[in-house]
């Protein structure tokens, strides 16, 4: 949602201590909820009620930051100081566990992303708001300033209400 935009209709008061009809008035919203119309027009303006959503690393990404700890560090100096010293029997071991060692992580990090991604998907909080007088059933991405909401005993609260 367009912060700024929502921050101007909705000013800084303390929003906890107005009574019902003043919160009302100032959400240009009514007990019957917003009309269809309305809460679409506000959705337009207001834009989604999301976060920003960050596309995951690529590949590329993933295994360069798999070089990114002292430990590793640490390993390629001993590969270097061992070729320095002739030894590179055991440079070779060093830099194929190296490899190997990002090459895993890479996969497994990978696979983490996409499972991280695959539940944010399936984890879509719905709500019910009232909307002309009607109780609807919404993805919480589509309320807007002035929604009615419905809570029950065990929901979840959607959003930043």
């Keep these: 949602m367009n912060r700024d935009v929502a921050s ?11 009574d019902n009809s003043t919160t009302l008035k100032r959400l240009g919203s009514s007990l019957q909820g917003l009309t269809i119309e309305e809460a679409t027009s ?7 009620n999301s976060l920003p959503i960050k596309p995951p690393p690529g590949l590329g ?13 640490i390993l390629i100096v001993a590969g270097i100081v061992s ?4 030894e590179w ?4 071991f060093i830099f194929a566990v190296i490899l190997l060692n990002s090459i895993l ?16 998907k399936l984890m879509k909080i719905r709500c ?18 002035g929604d009615i909401i419905l809570l029950e005993s065990g929901d979840r609260i959607p959003a930043d209400v």
């Design 128 to 145: 019910r708001v009232r909307r002309a007088d009607e109780i609807h059933e919404v993805d919480a991405e589509e309320l807007v300033p």
């Design 61 to 73: 990404r993933i295994f360069l930051h798999q070089f990114l700890s002292p430990l590793i560090y």
């Design 42 to 48: 506000r959705l337009e303006h207001y834009g989604r």
């Design 8 to 18: 101007a209709m909705i000013s800084d008061d303390c929003w906890h201590t107005l």
């Design 89 to 92: 029997t055991d440079a070779g």
């Design 105 to 120: 992580g890479t996969f497994q990090e990978w696979k983490a992303e996409h499972s991280a991604a695959a539940l944010q």
């Design 83 to 86: 070729m320095a010293v002739g």
